[in-house]
């Protein structure tokens, strides 16, 4: 077993001061009102796919609320084997609307601080939001720490993963940095680095079985998406949940999350089908605009000549 995780609010360093984990403040985060009575499961304008105002989760995140679970996914990407849940400080910014976002999963322990996401699709902007995230944990980490005191404040080191899942073809493991989006290149004096997993069939399968319900969680997406080519989404859903309860995937969860995992699931076949749609049609009418332009262009040169 490792040595058991370090007291975030100890202030033994001389000269220094570390970082209080507030146990009750982070995982609250930033509360936004919602009326859920007139707004919930309506139709925004212009909006293709009915959008749930009061949506908080994935199915990948209500996993991995659980501690004990988050510690095995802890363990196996940071090669560790600590085995008591209670060690792990869960930093999720829970119902924290910044930005439009919030994060999947976030946890410390001992003094390292491991920031998860999960996409179902590609987005490069992923290390500023992990920016964001970072800043608003750190934030709440040091709400009683004078950041202008002549003693230095000790944070947890962070690391950055993002879970993908998605159809489109990545590599098992890809590196994506904030630096990437400066316009400007040269110095970089603010980098933030992910990394980016691909836990499809055939990739990291070595994670995976150090994590079984990181790789059962892949096996039940790859039932419901296997079902969605031949049956409604929602048909396809409840097939994939009452099959997995019968295999022992994932049952445990699904029996005591069961409508709320097919209600979820649903929703995020919906907006990834979505995303997906406004990629094409952009592509789509790039391509339109490229071959009008070209056209007019053509023109303007036979009428000089």
């Known amino acids: 077993m490792e040595k058991k995780a370090k007291n975030i609010a100890t202030n033994s360093n001389k000269g220094h001061e570390t970082c209080d984990t507030p146990k009750m403040g982070i995982s609250k985060g930033i509360k936004t009102e919602i009326n859920t009575e007139t707004n919930a499961g309506k139709r925004i304008p212009e909006n293709p796919i009915p959008v749930l105002l009061n949506y908080k989760d994935t199915v990948f995140r209500m996993i991995f609320k659980d501690p004990g679970e988050l510690l095995s996914l802890y363990n196996a990407v940071n090669d560790t084997h600590y085995d008591n849940p209670e060690e792990l400080e869960v930093t999720t910014l829970e119902n924290a609307i910044y930005m439009n976002m919030k994060n999947d999963v976030s946890c410390i322990l001992d003094m390292r601080m491991n920031l998860y996401e999960h996409q179902s699709s590609i987005n490069p902007n992923i290390p500023l939001r992990d920016l964001f995230y970072t800043a608003r944990l750190y934030e709440s980490l040091i709400i009683k720490k004078d950041i202008y005191s002549s003693r230095q404040i000790m944070l947890p080191t962070p690391k ?68 969605k080519e031949t049956m409604p989404i929602e048909k396809a859903v409840r097939k994939s949940v009452d099959e997995c309860i019968a295999e022992g995937i994932l049952k445990d969860f699904l029996i005591r999350n069961k409508a709320e995992a097919v209600q979820m699931s649903i929703f995020e076949y919906d907006e990834e089908l979505h995303e997906r749609t406004l990629r094409e049609e952009g592509y789509e009418e790039g391509l339109e605009q490229g071959l009008e332009q070209g056209l007019e262009y053509g023109k303007e040169i036979n009428y000089t000549l």
Not at 171 to 178: D, F, N, Q, V, Y
Not at 182 to 205: D, F, K, P
């Open 160 to 227: 950055f993963i993002t879970f993908y899942n998605g159809v489109e073809k990545q590599p098992e493991r890809r590196i994506m940095k904030l630096s990437d989006s400066y316009e400007r290149r040269g110095e970089v004096n603010l980098e933030l680095t992910v990394v980016q997993l691909n836990i499809n069939a055939g990739y990291n399968e070595e994670l995976k079985g150090d994590c079984p319900i990181l790789y059962q969680y892949m096996q039940y997406v790859e039932k419901v998406r296997a079902y």
